[in-house]
């Protein structure tokens, strides 16, 4: 086993949602063990509400894992990812499609210092502004992957699947 992540799906989405579906497929069959917590209850409490309840269901995840996980995030999953990484040891943090702020959170995106880290995100993404991701990522040194995509990224899986496997070879 080369080690374990954790995959934090998107709001109104689902722990099979594709892209963190693929991510944990490929992890898989690269010798890692995943995770992926089921949000759709804490979801239903609004984008806002939603935030405390997943960092939750996220700490939980967390210290049930062997060993300090990878965190992988897509949208509302991402920005949970980098908020828990402040308050436990992780490996690693993979985002996707990351939103700067929550409307009515009063926490920005915060990820901890120091630890290796990687961002995707569309130029065309109409739900989380590619600038305010793009200005965090740079703020901290944080390599990005800017593709000619939606907030879904769709259109990229193959690109950020072949990222992705890059990314956890840095870390094994």
Excluded: N
């Amino acid at each position: 086993m080369r080690g374990h992540i954790i995959l934090s799906h998107g709001s109104d989405s689902g722990p099979d949602a594709t892209k963190v579906s693929a991510l944990a497929t490929l992890a898989e069959t690269l010798g890692w063990t995943t995770a992926r917590p089921d949000y759709r209850e804490d979801d239903v409490l609004g984008h806002a509400g939603s935030v405390d309840p997943r960092l939750a269901r996220l700490a939980a995840a967390i210290a049930a894992s062997p060993q300090p996980p990878v965190l992988v995030g897509s949208s509302m999953g991402a920005f949970v990812s980098g908020l828990a990484s402040l308050e436990a040891p992780i490996a690693g943090l993979f985002l996707l499609a990351l939103p700067a702020r929550i409307p009515g959170y009063p926490r920005a995106f915060a990820a901890r210092p120091g630890v290796s880290s990687f961002l995707v995100h569309g130029y065309a993404d109409d739900v989380c502004p590619l600038d305010e991701a793009l200005a965090f990522a740079r703020g901290h040194a944080m390599p990005a992957l800017l593709v000619h995509d939606d907030h879904r990224l769709g259109a990229t899986l193959p690109d950020i699947e072949a990222e992705f496997r890059r990314f956890l070879g840095g870390l094994a």
